[in-house]
């Protein structure tokens, strides 16, 4: 299978865990984004990266969501002290340079209990 | 305030009817796209729409942009229970927006039964 993956699909944790999601995007896409689906709502940006470089980052992405891309290419999110509003799917895509069109990934569900 | 409206919300139809769904915007969008999700997977995109009155069509769903790219819509013809899913439409801002960051609406959950 050479679509975008994300790993765990599906997280439980209690209040104040720290819990981190890994994507590995299609290996000749150079861009890689983030989202956030809660229910009954589109997927809210939270942030995308060029190879390795963070270019830009939502308001959404408080101090305690961190993302990185160390090599360009598969991505972590990093959700610290986790909050029952921090229940969602987040979702991870990755573009193709000269199309950009968006291919995403099945998400990686967090319920924070 | 939602930069893209879509409506309706919910739509519940019989097989074999036809539907529109609407994505409306007071911004220009350099593009448009559609996607469509089901329950407990990932968007998959379905059309990209790039110059203002546009049309395009992919079997029995046709996609238009409207003339001042402020809009789209999506019509589908005789309905499926298969079309059932939230369909979502997704643009950049041609002003004051980034390429990275693609704005989505609330999507239209679409049932359709048999």
């Known amino acids: 299978d050479t679509g975008v993956s994300q790993d765990p699909r599906h997280k439980i944790t209690k209040r104040g865990q720290n819990v981190t999601f890994r994507c590995d995007p299609i290996?000749?896409?150079?861009?890689l984004y983030w989202y956030r689906q809660t229910l009954g709502q589109g997927p809210e940006f939270l942030t995308y990266?060029?190879?390795?470089?963070?270019?830009?980052k939502s308001r959404l992405l408080s101090d305690r969501f961190s993302a990185e891309r160390p090599k360009g290419s598969f991505s972590t999110l990093e959700i610290q002290r986790t909050e029952q509003g921090d229940s969602a799917m987040y979702l991870c895509?990755?573009?193709?340079?000269?199309?950009?069109?968006?291919?995403f990934g099945e998400g990686s569900r967090l319920t924070v209990l | 305030t939602q930069l893209l409206e879509q409506s309706p919300q919910f739509l519940s139809i019989q097989e074999g009817e036809n539907l529109t769904v609407y994505c409306n915007s007071s911004?220009?969008?350099?593009?448009l796209q559609w996607y469509r999700q089901e329950p407990g997977e990932g968007p998959v995109l379905l059309v990209t729409?790039?110059?203002?009155?546009e049309v395009k069509k992919l079997k029995r769903l046709t996609f238009q942009f409207g003339d001042a790219r402020k809009d789209s819509s999506l019509h589908i013809t005789a309905a499926q229970p298969g079309d059932t899913g939230l369909y979502l439409c997704?643009?950049?801002?041609?002003?004051?927006?980034?390429?990275?960051?693609?704005?989505f609406g609330k999507g239209t959950k679409l049932s359709v039964k048999p």
């Open positions: 895509a990755s573009s193709h340079p000269n199309t950009g069109e968006l291919f």
């Open positions: 290996s000749e896409h150079n861009r």
């Open positions: 990266f060029q190879n390795e470089a963070q270019l830009e």
């Open positions: 911004s220009v969008f350099s593009s």
């Open positions: 729409v790039v110059t203002g009155g």
């Open positions: 997704a643009g950049v801002q041609s002003y004051g927006g980034s390429q990275g960051n693609l704005i």
